[in-house]
T-cell receptor
């Protein structure tokens, strides 16, 4: 079955370190998204991509970057992790109006 | 400025009764709306959607109603079951946004008591 996976599921890192969260989907969807979920904020869009080599900033993109070298993967990089980036991160993909989400990565920045 | 609002952080109902989750939006350019359900430690899962050209969409126990003049939509779950206990997110898409960019509300936590 086609699916979307995220790794790692849990990560603890230190302030200032570079961290990369992986997202992989096997639906061959062109559109991929990264969100963070925090108490009191719901899901907020970080970055998104409409296809290979395409990347766009979302609502809360500061301190994050993405790259899209193939259809299946959209890794999210925290350039220099900050405590404010402690959150749960969700990746999603779509080929239309409905997005399908991965299981999430819980990140703790100490 | 929050464009999609779920004003009730939580809702508790008895098993077998109706659950009504509400969502308000401010942008009249939204033309597609979705509801997602989220269990702890899992990703959101798509539940049901509605286009702005409709006022109702039904899928089994789940019905979404859209009132465009009031900029309000609601999700009805009948009958409610304990397995429906989860956080429900309302999401909206802008007119012409064919590629899936969504704006989410903050969620409502539904608890269904046996």
């Amino acid at each position: 079955d086609a699916e979307i996976t995220q790794s790692p599921r849990h990560k603890i890192t230190e302030t200032g370190r570079q961290v990369t969260l992986a997202c992989h989907q096997t639906w061959n969807h062109n559109n991929m998204f990264w969100y963070r979920q925090d108490l009191g904020h719901g899901l907020r869009l970080i970055h998104y991509s409409y296809g290979v080599q395409d990347t766009n900033k979302g609502e809360v993109s500061d301190g994050y970057s993405v790259s899209r070298s193939n259809t299946e993967d959209l890794p999210l990089t925290l350039e220099s992790a900050a405590s404010s980036q402690t959150s749960v991160y969700f990746c999603a993909s779509s080929e239309g109006k409905t997005q399908y989400f991965g299981p999430g990565t819980r990140l703790l920045v100490l | 400025d929050q464009q999609v609002k779920q004003n009730s952080p939580s809702l508790s109902v008895q098993e077998g009764r109706i659950s009504i989750l509400n969502c308000d939006y401010t942008n009249s350019m939204f033309d597609y709306f979705l509801w997602y359900k989220k269990y702890p430690a899992e990703g959101p899962t798509f539940l049901i959607s509605i286009s702005s050209i409709k006022d109702k969409n039904e899928d089994g126990r789940f019905t979404v109603f859209l009132n465009k003049s009031a900029k309000h939509l609601s999700l009805h779950i009948v009958p409610s079951q304990p397995g429906d206990s989860a956080v429900y997110f309302c999401a909206a898409q802008l007119y012409g946004g064919s590629q899936g960019n969504l704006i989410f509300g903050k969620g409502t936590k539904l608890s269904v008591k046996p």
